[in-house]
């Protein structure tokens, strides 16, 4: 798919794997993905393939790697996303986070027994369990 709008000396530097992945064989950043010089200027490769088989990227969205492959080029395997919606597919600490349905305790996270705090969400029954043993704990102190 050298056709695709973007030069021979970007293909050149793509590597077909069996899974289906365009695998970027050149320069990556720190973060695993591929970097392309387009006009003395430090491209993302993903972003390249994407816009030259998509089109323009629309404002306020990223790109997602459906195969989690950061390094893939394959257009096929790149979607135009929020970014929340682009965090909540990964498999990172936020993401893990936002995907619980229920506190380390067992409790469901339902509107009634949730409370935010800054950008967590928390537990009002493990709250009120926790003001609970404090207020024992509390009056203990004092008969002692």
């Given at each position: 798919m050298k056709d695709r709008g973007l030069p021979d000396r970007?293909?050149?530097?793509?590597?077909?794997l069996g899974s289906g992945c365009w695998e970027w064989t050149a320069a990556r950043g720190s973060g695993g993905y591929g970097h392309f010089?387009?006009?003395g200027r430090v491209e993302k490769a993903h972003r390249l393939a994407y816009e030259s088989a998509y089109g323009r990227l629309p404002?306020?969205?990223?790109?997602?790697?459906?195969?989690?492959?950061r390094a893939c080029v394959n257009p096929a395997h790149?979607?135009?996303?929020?970014?929340?919606?682009n965090i909540l597919r990964g498999v990172g600490y936020t993401a893990e986070q936002?995907?619980?349905t229920?506190?380390?305790s067992g409790h469901p996270f339902t509107d009634e027994n949730t409370y935010?705090?800054?950008?967590?969400?928390a537990c009002r029954a493990?709250?009120?369990?926790?003001?609970a043993r404090f207020q024992r704990n509390k009056k203990e102190q004092v008969i002692l």
């Amino acid at each position: 798919m050298k056709d695709r709008g973007l030069p021979d000396r970007f293909w050149s530097k793509v590597a077909r794997l069996g899974s289906g992945c365009w695998e970027w064989t050149a320069a990556r950043g720190s973060g695993g993905y591929g970097h392309f010089k387009v006009a003395g200027r430090v491209e993302k490769a993903h972003r390249l393939a994407y816009e030259s088989a998509y089109g323009r990227l629309p404002e306020g969205l990223d790109i997602d790697h459906l195969c989690r492959n950061r390094a893939c080029v394959n257009p096929a395997h790149l979607e135009a996303v929020t970014r929340k919606e682009n965090i909540l597919r990964g498999v990172g600490y936020t993401a893990e986070q936002a995907k619980k349905t229920h506190c380390n305790s067992g409790h469901p996270f339902t509107d009634e027994n949730t409370y935010r705090h800054g950008t967590s969400r928390a537990c009002r029954a493990c709250r009120a369990d926790a003001s609970a043993r404090f207020q024992r704990n509390k009056k203990e102190q004092v008969i002692l």
